[in-house]
């Protein structure tokens, strides 16, 4: 069973920094972590939800959101199964649920999510 966990959230001040953890697990994607892009997005209350963060199987390539572009830096280990997210200099308008994201052979994967409550 694939299966995506998030660690890291919690209750920080602005100018605050976080570290968020995805952990994937099972057949689905250690068959294929070779070819496995990890991603965040985050969704706010009342909003939609939008792409934060992406780094691609090899781990080098990496994208980001405007918003957070110098803030955020994403990385991957050589297990290829971890992503972390090293979030700086948080902002009240960080707030959100942080999902972990894999898109792998057509389909989406998600975690359960991780809150991020950033108080100014």
């Known amino acids: 069973q694939a299966q995506l966990v998030e660690s890291g959230g919690g209750s920080v001040q602005a100018g605050d920094s976080l570290r968020l953890s995805c952990v994937a697990s099972g057949r689905t994607f250690s068959t294929f972590d070779y070819d496995m892009d990890m991603g965040w997005y985050r969704q706010a209350p009342g909003k939609e939800r939008e792409v934060v963060a992406r780094?691609?199987?090899?781990?080098?390539?990496?994208s980001y959101a405007d918003a957070v572009q110098g803030r955020f830096t994403i990385t991957r280990p050589n297990t290829k199964l971890t992503t972390y997210t090293r979030m700086t200099s948080l902002q009240p308008e960080d707030t959100a649920m942080y999902y972990c994201?894999?898109?792998?052979?057509?389909?989406?994967?998600w975690g359960q999510g991780t809150q991020v409550p950033v108080s100014s």
């Open positions: 994201n894999v898109p792998l052979r057509g389909v989406d994967y």
């Open positions: 780094i691609d199987w090899s781990g080098v390539n990496t």
